[in-house]
C-alpha cells in the first residue's frame, strides 16, 4: 500500500531564510509525487509533480523538490521565504494505475515571520 | 481555463437530513474524486469515479453514497447527516494517463457543518 509521511506538522521560519518540508513515502512501485500547498479559506493549488522524469523538480513560486528513491523521500525545499508562503502544504502520492487516487499527508503548516 | 465547480461553498445543515454535495468539471475527464479535509488529517478519500455509473469506495466511505449520471457531474450524498461529518469537502477530477497532463484539479471545498 502506498503511503506519505509529513515529518513535521508546523514549521516556522523568518522571511528570507531557507524552507525546507520534509515527507516521505512509502510504495511498491515508483510513484508519482506531488506537492499542494492551500491558503488560509482558499482551494488547493499544485506546486510541483514529479512522474519519473528528472529527479529535482521545480515547481512556481521558486519552489522545488528532490525525489530520491534511496532514501524514499520527495522533500520540498526554497532558498528564501517570503511572507505569502505561509500556508498549509501537503505531500501526495498517486496510484499510477486508471483509478489515480490521491493518498495525502497530513500537512504541515508553514509560518512565516517577519 | 479549466474549472471543477461545488455548487456551494458553505452549508449548514441539520442531524439526520439527506445532504447533495455537487460537483462539476468542464474539462471532459474521465475521473473523479470526493475527499474531506479534517486538520491533522490531511484528505481522505471518501468515494471515487472512472466512468459515468461507475463508483468505487475510498478509504472512508461510511454514511455517503455517490451518484455519476452525467461525465461532468458527480455528486456525494449523505443520506443522514451527522454531527461527525462536519467537514471541509473536496472535489478533483483527473484526465486519464500520465506524462505532462498528469494533473489533477480541485474545487474551491465546501464547508459542511451539521447542526
Known amino acids: 500500500a502506498q503511503s506519505v509521511t509529513q515529518l513535521d506538522s508546523h514549521v516556522s521560519v523568518s522571511e528570507g531564510t531557507p524552507v525546507l518540508l520534509r515527507c516521505n513515502y512509502s510504495s511498491s512501485y515508483s510513484p508519482s509525487l506531488f506537492w499542494y500547498v492551500q491558503h488560509p479559506n482558499k482551494g488547493l493549488q499544485l506546486l510541483l509533480k514529479?512522474?519519473?522524469?528528472?529527479?529535482l523538480v521545480k515547481g512556481i513560486n521558486g519552489f522545488e523538490a528532490e525525489f530520491k528513491k534511496s532514501e524514499t523521500s520527495f522533500h520540498l525545499t526554497k532558498p528564501s521565504a517570503h511572507m505569502s508562503d505561509a500556508a498549509e502544504y501537503f505531500c501526495?502520492?498517486?496510484?499510477?494505475?486508471?483509478?489515480?487516487?490521491?493518498?495525502f499527508g497530513q500537512g504541515t503548516t508553514l509560518q512565516v515571520k517577519p | 481555463d479549466v474549472k471543477v465547480t461545488q455548487s456551494s461553498r458553505y452549508l449548514v445543515k441539520r442531524t439526520g437530513e439527506k445532504v447533495f454535495l455537487e460537483c462539476v468539471q468542464d474539462m471532459d475527464h474521465e475521473n473523479m474524486f470526493w475527499y474531506r479535509q479534517d486538520p491533522g488529517l490531511g484528505l481522505r478519500l471518501i468515494y471515487f469515479?472512472?466512468?459515468?455509473?461507475?463508483?468505487e469506495k475510498g478509504d472512508i466511505p461510511e454514511g455517503y453514497s455517490v451518484s455519476r449520471e452525467k461525465k461532468e457531474r458527480f455528486s456525494l450524498i449523505l443520506e443522514s447527516a451527522s454531527t461527525n461529518q462536519t467537514s471541509m469537502y473536496l472535489c478533483?477530477?483527473?484526465?486519464?494517463?500520465?506524462?505532462?497532463?498528469?494533473?489533477?484539479?480541485f474545487g474551491s471545498g465546501t464547508r459542511l457543518t451539521v447542526v
Open positions: 501526495v502520492v498517486s496510484d499510477r494505475g486508471n483509478t489515480g487516487k490521491l493518498i
Open positions: 469515479s472512472y466512468d459515468v455509473k461507475m463508483k
Open positions: 478533483a477530477s483527473k484526465v486519464l494517463g500520465l506524462g505532462e497532463n498528469y494533473g489533477y484539479t
Open positions: 514529479y512522474t519519473s522524469a528528472a529527479t
